[in-house]
Nanobody, 121 residues
């Protein structure tokens, strides 16, 4: 059994900052890519940022230079530091992790339930 749980969402004013955290727990052998996605009302879910096991990072163009993704492999945790937030960043943010539960198994995609980020004055 594997769980992926996000935390850190909330209400912030434009120009402000928030830090999201996502921790994976349960039967985990290894975690491959971890990432953050978001879904705004009436829009499709989109990739915000992802980080590989070796630390290679990918960002959506709309957040590059403002958001920073990082991970702590010892804690099975991924973070998203969001600075200079804009109203258009308002969305439910979901954590995604590709997790292998035992040696030799294929990775399975796990999703958190999401955390709401609202950017508004």
């Amino acid at each position: 059994q594997v769980q992926v749980v996000e935390s850190g969402g909330g209400l912030v004013q434009p120009g402000g900052s928030l830090r999201l955290s996502c921790a994976a727990s349960g039967t985990i052998f290894s975690i491959n890519t971890m990432g953050w996605y978001r879904q705004a009302p009436g829009k499709e879910r989109e990739l915000v940022a992802a980080i590989s096991t070796t630390g290679i990072k990918t960002y959506a163009g709309s957040v590059k230079g403002r958001f920073t993704i990082s991970r702590d492999n010892g804690k099975n945790t991924v973070y998203l530091q969001m600075n200079s937030l804009k109203p258009e960043d308002t969305a439910v943010y979901y954590c995604n992790a590709n997790i292998r539960s035992r040696f030799g198994s294929n990775g399975i995609e796990y999703w958190g339930k999401g955390t709401l980020v609202t950017v508004s004055s």
